[in-house]
């Protein structure tokens, strides 16, 4: 299922190296997940900031992904859909390796100007 103008919307996206990039976006507060997750406290859930996080990492590699590991996952604070600008920072290592398709650590860290919300370490093949 693919979340992004359900639960975010992009905003920006810049390449900032090889290896690095940012997305810019909002999280929309009329997604029907948080409906169930909750009414009256709105919480991003864990497994839909890994998905967007992949499908963000997609857009800048301009490919499918498929994960093939949570490495790593910190979620500091409740990132809640409030309309403001939060940035997805994401770091792409190469893993190569003979015979396996083309393998990618991901760091990922969502924050906004004043709060780091998750850290997250992924890895993933090209689809």
Not at 35 to 52: D, E, S
Not at 70 to 90: D, I, Y
């Amino acid at each position: 299922m693919k979340l992004r103008n359900s639960l975010y919307k992009i905003e920006a996206e810049e390449i900032l190296s090889t290896n690095d990039a940012r997305v810019d976006f909002v999280l929309l507060p009329d997604c029907p997940i948080y409906r169930a997750h909750f009414p009256y406290q709105p919480i991003t859930p864990g497994v839909c900031i890994i998905q967007l996080i992949k499908e963000m990492a997609e857009g800048i590699k301009d490919t499918s992904l498929n994960v093939t590991a949570v490495k790593n996952a910190k979620f500091l604070q409740p990132l809640e859909p409030m309309g403001t600008l939060l940035s997805v920072s994401l770091h792409f290592d190469r893993i190569d390796r003979e015979m396996d398709p083309i393998k990618f650590a991901i760091k990922a860290e969502i924050k906004d100007s004043k709060t780091t919300y998750a850290k997250i370490s992924l890895q993933a093949t090209c689809a």
